[in-house]
T-cell receptor, first 115, second 114 residues
Framework: NAGVTQTPKFQVLKTGQSMTLQCAQDMNHEYMSWYRQDPGMGLRLIHYSVGAGITDQGEVPNGYNVSRSTTEDFPLRLLSAAPSQTSVYFC??????????????FGQGTRLTVV | AQSVSQHNHHVILSEAASLELGCNYS??????LFWYVQYPGQHLQLLLKYFSGDPLVKGIKGFEAEFIKSKFSFNLRKPSVQWSDTAEYFC????????????FGQGTELSVKP
């Protein structure tokens, strides 16, 4: 029972480099999202998707792109890494929005450092 | 816009002490409420959740929370903490018209001294 799987777990990037954080879930959840966690700020929503082919911006979308070509996968792309993107990134998934369905399951996280 | 506020940023307790962590949210409509826990170096795990019904919710590991609609609050409690409860605790809210998006509080770091 894998749940939500994120790769890589750790990554160091140089300023200006691009990379993709991978997220996959095997629970057939329609809803997937990306958060970043910074000290004293809790988790902030970057992008989310309510189903394959549908994505939308969250609270802090600048500098990130997403796509959702399948139900299982929701990769997060950093276009040109900046030190301000140093953070821990979590992917989450949940069933279709609706009363009682919004319990989110989280991946193990990706610790990203941009130097 | 909805927001979630956790009053305590860092709480230090001795084992067997009682715990109460505050959480308030701003939203006038129907909400779903959650408490998540993050142990050092790990991902978030669900402690408990409230969707409807009895406003006193019991979760795992002896935690409970009470939803008080008139105060827009969802405080987390535990009668007697253990060293293993040392972790960061997050309150979160979602609303039915937000597609399941979670809005998190800033988090409360709990340190329990043996």
């Amino acid at each position: 029972n894998a749940g939500v799987t994120q790769t890589p777990k750790f990554q160091v990037l140089k300023t200006g480099q691009s990379m993709t954080l991978q997220c996959a879930q095997d629970m057939n959840h329609e809803y997937m999202s990306w958060y970043r966690q910074d000290p004293g700020m809790g988790l902030r929503l970057i992008h989310y998707s309510v189903g394959a082919g549908i994505t939308d911006q969250g609270e802090v979308p600048n500098g990130y792109n997403v796509s959702r070509s399948t139900t299982e996968d929701f990769p997060l792309r950093l276009l040109s890494a900046a030190p301000s993107q140093t953070s821990v990134y979590f992917c989450a998934s949940s069933r279709s929005p609706g009363r009682g369905n919004t319990e989110a399951f989280f991946g193990q996280g990706t610790r990203l450092t941009v130097v | 816009a909805q927001s979630v506020s956790q009053h305590n940023h860092h709480v230090i307790l001795s084992e067997a002490a009682s715990l109460e962590l505050g959480c308030n949210y701003s939203y006038g409509g129907t909400v779903n409420l959650f408490w998540y826990v993050q142990y050092p170096g790990q991902h978030l795990q669900l402690l408990l959740k409230y969707f409807s019904g009895d406003p006193l919710v019991k979760g795992i590991k002896g935690f409970e929370a009470e939803f008080i609609k008139s105060k827009f609050s969802f405080n987390l409690r535990k009668p007697s903490v253990q060293w293993s409860d040392t972790a960061e605790y997050f309150c979160a809210v979602s609303t039915d018209n937000q597609g399941g998006k979670l809005i998190f509080g800033q988090g409360t770091e709990l340190s329990v001294k043996p």
